[in-house]
């Protein structure tokens, strides 16, 4: 859990200095794509729904709303860990990205 932390804390810094294509990079490595992935550090974290807003928030920034609405909708559909704030954020992004 400490690499994840430095990992969010080096994607903070990036964000930051507007390098956001690389800040997304490590974000998507952090999430876990399939339930058996060994590889990913924070499955199971209550950490995990931040990451997943972070994700969204930058590729809204990188004007990417398609892609930000899908990971939006699949945040919420396949993660069970995303809850409370985060879930409503999420929740949020997906009213505000879906409008035609």
Do not use: K, T
Not at 3 to 32: F, K
Not at 75 to 100: C, I, S, T, Y
């Amino acid at each position: 859990a400490i690499a994840a932390d430095i990992i969010v804390w080096g994607c903070r810094l990036l964000e930051r200095e507007g390098e956001l294509d690389m800040a997304l990079h490590y974000l998507r490595l952090l999430v876990p794509v399939q339930s058996e992935s060994p590889c990913r550090l924070l499955r199971g974290s209550s950490r995990l729904g931040a990451v997943h807003v972070r994700i969204v928030v930058d590729l809204r920034h990188l004007r990417r709303p398609r892609e930000a609405l899908a990971a939006a909708e699949r945040a919420l559909d396949e993660q069970a860990e995303v809850a409370g704030a985060n879930r409503l954020a999420l929740e949020a992004a997906v009213r505000r990205l879906a409008v035609p």
